[in-house]
């Protein structure tokens, strides 16, 4: 026979709570992420998909 354990009905709202807070600290940060550092590193990123994209059509051309 299992024992009885008591739970709090308030524990699955701090469950809850504590999940969408997490979210919403997680989502904030990539948020932060997305808005302080792409703008300094997304042009040199940019810039380096350009150059790439140069060297595959040159070695495509070179191999026909």
């Known amino acids: ?3 009885y ?3 709090s009905p308030w524990s699955p709202i ?3 709570s504590l999940g969408f807070g ?3 600290v997680v989502l904030s940060l990539f948020s932060f992420v997305a808005s302080r ?3 300094v590193v997304g042009p040199f990123v940019i810039v380096a998909g350009l150059v790439w994209a140069g ?3 040159v070695s495509r051309m ?3």
Do not use: G, P, Q, T
């Open 37 to 39: 550092v792409l703008s």
């Open 55 to 57: 060297f595959v059509v």
């Open 22 to 24: 997490l979210l919403f």
């Open 14 to 16: 701090i469950r809850w």
């Open 1 to 3: 026979m299992r024992r």
């Open 62 to 64: 070179r191999d026909r």
């Open 5 to 7: 354990y008591y739970r």
